[in-house]
């Protein structure tokens, strides 16, 4: 296949949005007992659900406002439905806690709380990269209460989100999953289609990026990004790699395949 050229704009604002970070120690949780953590991974029940992040309110609104103004300077058709959102945020000291509890909580239906007609999708995508600096940061530190290499499923033990990206291990050909919530990767079975358990396993290159494959599956048309690590020897940074990659999400949904992790507005 041949390539398609990458928007300049969509690294740039992902740029910026890689920028903003949490505070130190922004995101505390109860460290679960020994026999909780493991029910947990023998049930596979993500981090999220067993103890879930404390984030202090105030570092969250902090945060929700520098990403609403990266949004506003790179999406000025976005402008008017971003100021309806920061409008309709909860004012109140306890409104506002119960807010950030519930944006980390997988359950939790945010916009139906608000009570407001929002844009869903624009609100959608506010929150979520408003959440992810501390998603970042407590994916590091609870991501180390299970085995990681063990885990071996197809959703991300922190957060339960579907992978981003994957990347076969230089040597061993190993796989292992990346969330891009939490930034954490998890080794998951060579072949498969994580997305649906089908045991099927096709993929395609594309010229002069060699280093990639995109597996698909014909079963639930998912496809997965894919870093061949015997092509490569640098250490990567499958943040920056998935944003590089956009056009390979383009040629495998000119395929016909979905995008399994869709968070653009
Ligand atoms: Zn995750
Ligand atoms: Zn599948």
Redesign the pocket.
Known sequence: MQKASIPQTLADFQKEFSQVKAPENAVTFNPPTPETIAIGEGKAIPLITICPPRINTGDFFDVLKQVAGVIKKYKPELVPEVAQIEAALPEGTAERDLFVSQVFNPEANLLDDLGQDLPSETFGFLINHAAKPFMIQYGQEVGKLYDLEQWLKGECPVCGGRPTMALLERDTGKRLLYCGVCEIKWRFQRLG?P????SESQFFTVEGMEKYRIYF?D????YIKTIDGERTSAAMDLFWEDINTVQLDILAMREGYLNQQVDQP
């Open positions: 289609c997305y649906c358990g089908s599956c079963q639930c048309h998912g």
